[in-house]
T-cell receptor, first 113, second 112 residues
Framework: GESVGLHLPTLSVQEGDNSIINCAYSNSASDYFIWYKQESGKGPQFIIDIRSNMDKRQGQRVTVLLNKTVKHLSLQIAATQPGDSAVYFCAESMKTSYDKVIFGPGTSLSVIP | KAGVTQTPRYLIKTRGQQVTLSCSPISGHRSVSWYQQTPGQGLQFLFEYFSETQRNKGNFPGRFSGRQFSNSRSEMNVSTLELGDSALYLC???????????FGSGTRLTVV
């Protein structure tokens, strides 16, 4: 199957601090990017998305930044809360096959109360 | 509004057997995708169906197959199970491409 990477990076942050989760995507032809959050025992949950004609998009407490030059995506979470503890996945897809979403390896975020 | 429902939640099968997993998408969603999630390989795309047609397929062997019914419900089948097929199988639905996918909680398959 197609996938990116085998190891799960981890990030620990203090409650109330801002979190930044980074992702390097694989395909320069990708033009749609999504961040998902997955809690233990649950399926991935959509957080925010961004298309390649944008470089920044904001949601509630979350911001996604896209740098197409270096194929880099980041998710910023403001005022991180214990409920934000989860594995975060970036995902990419192309205009020619939006139905085929390729996921990154994920980053485990642990919030310290 | 009900979410994506996957059944069964847990399943234990023996090597060589076959298994069928079921997915009921959100009402009105016509696109259904299947993913395999393992600790070693992460989330991998299996296939996607829209209006009973498979539109895209990942790099999995032919033992993995699926179908979609006229009510958009989908099933995936794995034949001749191998130990390495043990994984969390996730189903996701969407209105169509260009829309974000909503995932179910998955079926945890263990092959012994």
């Amino acid at each position: 199957g197609e996938s990116v990477g085998l190891h799960l990076p981890t990030l620990s942050v203090q409650e109330g601090d801002n979190s930044i989760i980074n992702c390097a995507y694989s395909n320069s032809a990708s033009d749609y990017f999504i961040w998902y959050k997955q809690e233990s025992g649950k399926g991935p949950q959509f957080i925010i998305d961004i298309r390649s004609n944008m470089d920044k998009r904001q949601g509630q407490r979350v911001t996604v930044l896209l740098n197409k030059t270096v194929k880099h995506l980041s998710l910023q979470i403001a005022a991180t809360q214990p409920g934000d503890s989860a594995v975060y996945f970036c995902a990419e897809s192309m205009k020619t096959s939006y139905d085929k979403v390729i996921f990154g390896p994920g980053t485990s975020l642990s919030v310290i109360p | 509004k009900a979410g994506v429902t996957q059944t069964p939640r847990y399943l234990i099968k023996t090597r060589g057997q076959q298994v069928t997993l079921s997915c009921s998408p959100i009402s009105g969603h016509r696109s259904v995708s299947w993913y395999q999630q393992t600790p070693g390989q992460g989330l991998q795309f299996l296939f996607e169906y829209f209006s009973e047609t498979q539109r895209n397929k990942g790099n999995f062997p032919g033992r993995f197959s699926g179908r979609q019914f006229s009510n958009s419900r989908s099933e995936m089948n794995v034949s001749t199970l191998e130990l390495g097929d043990s994984a969390l199988y996730l189903c996701a639905s969407s209105l169509d491409i260009n829309y974000g996918y909503t995932f179910g909680s998955g079926t945890r398959l263990t092959v012994v």
